[in-house]
Structure formats: C-alpha cells, structure tokens
C-alpha cells in the first residue's frame, strides 16, 4: 500500500535533487561566495536525499520493525546534517536560526523518527508519519530552491 506513495514521492524527490543542482549552478558564484547559501543549498539537498533514501526504505520488503529502526537511524543522521549545516551557514553571522525553518526541519526530522518508533511498536500509525514528514521535507526543500532562484543576487558585471 505505502510501496506507491513511497516511489511517488522518492521520484519526485530526486527530480527536485537535480533541479537544486541546476538551481545552484545557475546562481554558482554568488551561492559559492556566501556560507548560508552555500549550507542553506545543502540543508535543502539533503532534504530530498532523506526523502530518496526514506522512499527506498519504504519499496524494500522488510518487517515493518525493522524499517522502524532503519529510520530512526535515518533521522539521527539526518538531525546531525542538518544541525551541521545550519551553524555553518550562521557562522560569522549574528543572525540566529529563522524560527519557521527550526520548526519545519525539527518537524521533519521528528517525523521520521516518530514513524520509526511507532512502526517498531507495530503500529500502523507511523507510516502516515512517515507520509507528513515526506510532504514536510518536499514542501520545504522546494521553498530552499525558490528562495536561491529568486532571492539571490547576481554578481555585478564588470
């Protein structure tokens, strides 16, 4: 039942993957000169690479226990990334972290590893944790791609 949605949505997420590549090349030098840009791009790429690598978890027949667990390993290293690339891109900065983008990647990487818990607990429930976080992580990683598309400057000519 989930099989579909999970390859639905893992292609959608690595079509996106290869538009946030030829989002960043476009705006190359102006992305590659600015750490938050930079770390922002990466927060957004490493959204859809979690939902791929979910999506490929989800096809995989497997006891739904173990596919609990294989995501709550998931969102740990997905929670580190992110975490990561989030004090980089503030580096030198005073600027703290955007609180919509706190609650929208804490909500992601929670998600996951609640699917994760409920699904080791044998509870269905959780792959509709896992469908919300999917759609959380599309949903924001499109907005990071928008926003490096349209609200980045262009580098002077001269």
């Known amino acids: 039942m989930w099989s579909a949605f999970a390859a639905a949505t893992g292609g959608a997420a690595a079509g996106l993957t290869g538009l946030t590549f030829i989002v960043v090349a476009f705006r190359f030098d102006t992305i590659a000169?600015?750490?938050e840009y930079r770390n922002r791009a990466g927060q957004a790429l490493t959204l859809f690479l979690t939902v791929v690598t979910a999506a490929a978890l989800v096809t995989v027949p497997q006891w739904p226990r173990a596919?609990?667990?294989e995501l709550i390993v998931l969102s740990a290293v997905n929670?580190?990334?992110l975490l990561r690339l989030d004090a980089a891109a503030r580096s030198g900065q005073t600027a703290r972290t955007r609180p919509a983008l706190a609650v929208a990647?804490?909500?992601?990487v929670a998600g996951i590893a609640a699917s994760g818990v409920?699904?080791?607990c044998g509870l269905d429930l959780g792959y509709y944790f896992y469908a919300a976080s999917t759609i959380l992580?599309?949903?924001w990683g499109v907005y990071g791609a928008w926003v490096f598309l349209t609200q980045t400057a262009l580098p002077a000519a001269g």
């Open 105 to 108: 990647l804490t909500s992601f």
């Open 79 to 81: 929670a580190a990334l």
């Open 67 to 69: 596919l609990g667990a």
């Open 118 to 120: 409920l699904l080791i």
């Open 33 to 35: 000169l600015s750490p």
């Open 137 to 139: 992580g599309l949903t």
